[in-house]
């Protein structure tokens, strides 16, 4: 349950006021504020209007809760950011009820940012937000310049052609970068309508800092996914630039129009890039494939190194494989060489000796589940080195050198539920255990 709030109405009078007044009027409202049980500010906001918001978030003061109604709010192409030396909840009255569409939206804009280069804590949930799910890069929700425990729950982001959420460091900042969680929420359709397995689309992604940052399996400091729905997205959740991501206890589908993309994903350096995925942790989640299509993807690492088990590849549907391996990993840049045959020796490709700058060098997997829809393999291995397209990358990637199926030794998972949902969090504690 959230915690007591105060509700704002319209009178009929209110709503007479010309434009201008009226979100003056809404603007004061949130100012009528008083505080909870727990003694931190609730701050009611009479509009979910992109300008009723901006202004209510920046009068907040430390700390407080900035509450928005139930209502459907079309920003148009307005963007709302947060940067002030704050911390600060923006809480809707729930999924569903309060809606943000941004129809006009510009590409490869967001319609709300949290810059913490200035942001205290922040905290975000119980809205819906709404793309326009066209060929422009819309994005949704974006945190930049490493926000540090943050939380994320209870949202609804759908029809992204960029990013539902992206979670980005400061370039070529300096330690501590991005951590926190994001749980008990939803991202779907996020794809490009016209060409869907092409170009962004990620319910989630999540971009480091371009430094090269050491291993740190099992520690708080990455980004957390947990206890999420994804559906139909063409990357469910993606990384690059030296990013570290935890995905764990999600449910994520594809389907026939999604299904030549992988749902969990991570970026290797790509041709020009300075840096490509650092780590993920990637462990009992259910990718399951909805469709009907000769089989589909699930978990594609291109780079970085990290832990993959206990997930449940499965399928609903009526297809001859379902999902193809239980993990598959290739090389981004440069790529490998063609794939000479069964039984041919693998191959280096001329000018780039092992190891590929960021690929995977340090991966263990294990203790995965897989559910093939016709009861056999298909001739094809639970855990690939050979791209679909054709790529061989046996030389790169080897079995007890640079992967290991079987778990890793003295690896523990951070504590699971994320520390930051339960009664611990003494700034923002709000009962979503």
């Not at 148009?76 to 911390?87: E, F, I, K």
């Not at 139909?232 to 630039?241: D, F, L």
Request: negative net charge; hydrophobic residues 35%.
């Amino acid at each position: 349950m959230h915690n007591s709030r105060i509700n704002t109405t319209r009178t009929g009078a209110l709503a007479a006021l010309p434009a201008i007044a009226l979100l003056a009027v809404l603007a004061i409202s949130a100012a009528l504020a008083a505080p909870d049980s727990s003694g931190r500010q609730v701050l009611g906001v009479g509009s979910c209007a992109a300008a009723a918001v901006q202004q209510a978030i920046n009068d907040a003061p430390d700390g407080a809760i900035v509450e928005l109604p139930a209502g459907n709010c079309d920003w148009g192409s307005t963007a709302v950011t947060y940067a002030r030396d704050r911390s600060i909840w923006l809480r809707g009255a729930g999924i569903g009820n309060t809606v943000i569409r941004r129809t006009g939206a510009s590409g490869n804009s967001f319609a709300l940012t949290f810059d913490c280069s200035q942001a205290n804590r922040v905290e975000l949930s119980d809205i819906t937000f709404i793309g326009r799910h066209t060929s422009t890069l819309d994005g949704g929700v974006r945190l930049t310049n490493s926000c540090r425990d943050f939380k994320l729950h209870d949202l609804h982001l759908s029809g992204f052609t960029a990013s539902a959420l992206e979670v980005r460091d400061t370039s070529f900042g300096t330690a501590p970068y991005s951590r926190g969680v994001v749980y008990d929420s939803r991202f779907d359709s996020c794809f490009n309508p016209g060409s869907p397995s092409n170009g962004e689309g990620y319910g989630i992604v999540v971009y480091g800092s371009h430094n090269v940052v050491p291993l740190d399996l099992g520690s708080a400091e990455a980004v957390f996914i947990e206890d999420n729905h994804f559906e139909e997205n063409r990357h469910s959740i993606a990384s690059n630039y030296s990013s570290r991501y935890v995905a764990r206890h999600n449910t994520l589908i594809t389907t026939n129009t999604t299904r030549n993309t992988s749902m969990i994903d991570a970026h290797g350096r790509q041709n020009g890039s300075d840096r490509g995925s650092r780590s993920w942790e990637v462990y009992q989640n259910h990718l399951i494939y909805r469709g009907n299509q000769y089989w589909a993807d699930g978990i594609a690492m291109r780079g970085g190194d990290g832990v993959i088990w206990g997930n449940l590849i499965d399928f609903d549907g009526d297809t001859e494989i379902g999902i193809a391996y239980s993990a598959q990993l290739v090389i981004e840049e440069p790529q490998c060489p063609d794939y000479p045959g069964d039984g041919q020796p693998p191959a280096q490709v001329p000018g780039s000796p092992y190891p590929v700058p960021d690929q995977t060098t340090q991966a263990w997997i294990w203790d995965n589940a897989h559910v093939w829809a016709d009861g056999n393999a298909n001739g094809y291995d639970e855990l690939r080195v050979t791209d679909y397209g054709g790529w061989d990358c046996r030389f790169y990637i080897q079995e007890d050198r640079d992967y290991h199926l079987g778990p890793k030794p003295g690896y523990q998972p951070y504590t699971y539920p994320h520390p930051l949902r339960g009664s611990t969090d003494t700034i923002f504690a709000d009962g979503f255990d």
